[in-house]
């Protein structure tokens, strides 16, 4: 399984930026995608999570509320909506698939090469 990301760019503060994370190789529907971001000279961090079946969704409290998470297995493809950005959520930004759940970091299996999102005036 393969992932790209896409979407990523420069965008004014409370702006909206939408990431999509492309699958290819395998089916992802028995996948779960993980969104996590680092920033530059911070851990690497979880910000959304869906399950394979798009049942369960999972958001960081720093995010709840503006960012989105959804999937379209028939395009194999992930996405993040980000509404209202910040400063602060300045990062390169990475999908990640484990089978099925939603888990910790340390266990998803396939992993992008990230996207910049960068919020700037």
């Known amino acids: 399984l393969q992932l790209v990301e896409l979407g990523g760019g420069l965008v004014q503060p409370g702006g909206s930026l939408k990431l999509s994370c492309a699958a290819s190789?395998?089916?992802?529907?028995?996948?779960?995608i993980g969104w996590f971001r680092q920033a530059p000279g911070k851990a690497r961090e979880e910000v959304s999570c869906?399950?394979?079946?798009?049942?369960?969704?999972i958001y960081a409290d720093s995010v709840k509320g503006r960012f989105t998470v959804s999937r379209d297995n028939a395009k194999r493809t992930a996405y993040l909506q980000m509404n209202s950005l910040k400063p602060e959520d300045t990062a390169v930004y990475y999908c990640?698939?484990?089978?099925?759940?939603?888990?910790?970091?340390?266990?998803?299996?396939?992993w992008g090469q990230g996207t910049q999102v960068t919020v700037s005036s």
């Open positions: 990640a698939a484990t089978y099925y759940r939603c888990k910790g970091q340390d266990e998803y299996d396939y």
């Open positions: 190789g395998p089916t992802l529907d028995y996948y779960a």
């Open positions: 869906i399950s394979s079946g798009g049942d369960t969704t």
